[in-house]
């Protein structure tokens, strides 16, 4: 699924894509323009189109490591998880692929939605939250119990992606609200499971 498009070194086109990212969360991507990004790395403009063809190129480089191991991540996955312990397990996968590409993650949240992406991103991106959702559903659960799941889902994504526009109790760190919501996702899973079918 992934495409070539860059050329030259790794090491130029990493520092292109942290400073880029910097500037996506600064000022929006649609207010980024590649003279700013190449004013930032002190390049010409045609040194940064030697990298990259166009914009939509650097926000794709940021992005789709992150992608790319979504998609893996879905490919390996069944059609349906048998039980609520396997669906906890992949949810916890995919938590742990969102907090190790914090880069990308920075950029998805940006304006709190990803409706400002280029379509060919959107699309992708559209398909995974989908697939994610699908995925929280166990055969035979009620209609209530699915929507619970839905919602569960969607806490996950707003807790790791959209952060910045969450609310916080003062003074607690992170990795104790995470626990917190992480030990509230499972239960709540846990519980809807085992929910007659309606």
């Known amino acids: 699924m992934k495409r070539k498009q860059t050329t030259g070194n790794h090491a130029t086109r990493e520092k292109i894509f942290d400073v880029a990212a910097d500037l996506f969360v600064e000022h929006g991507y649609q207010g980024t323009p590649l003279s700013l990004i190449a004013s930032k790395l002190d390049f010409t403009k045609a040194a940064l189109y030697y990298h990259f063809r166009n914009k939509v190129d650097i ?21 349906r998880f048998p039980d609520a312990e396997r669906r906890w397990e992949f949810m916890l996968a995919y938590t742990e692929l969102l907090l190790s590409n914090s880069r990308a993650v920075a950029v998805l949240a940006i304006g709190g939605n990803q409706a ?3 379509e060919v991103i959107l699309k992708r991106i559209e398909w995974h939250r989908a697939r994610t959702i699908e995925l929280t559903i166990l055969p035979g659960m009620s209609d209530e119990a699915q929507v619970e799941a839905m919602l569960l889902m969607d806490m996950l994504h707003r807790e790791i992606v959209f952060e910045k526009d969450r609310a916080v109790v003062n003074g607690m760190p992170t990795q104790r609200r995470r626990e917190i919501v992480y030990a509230f996702i ?7 499971s085992k929910a007659p079918a309606g």
Do not use: A, C, K
Request: proline residues 10%; aromatic residues 4%; hydrophobic residues 35%.
């Open 59 to 79: 926000l794709t480089g940021i992005l789709d490591p992150l992608l790319d191991e979504i998609d893996e991540l879905l490919e390996q996955s069944p059609e």
């Open 116 to 118: 400002w992406m280029p």
């Open 186 to 192: 499972r239960e709540s899973l846990e519980g809807s």
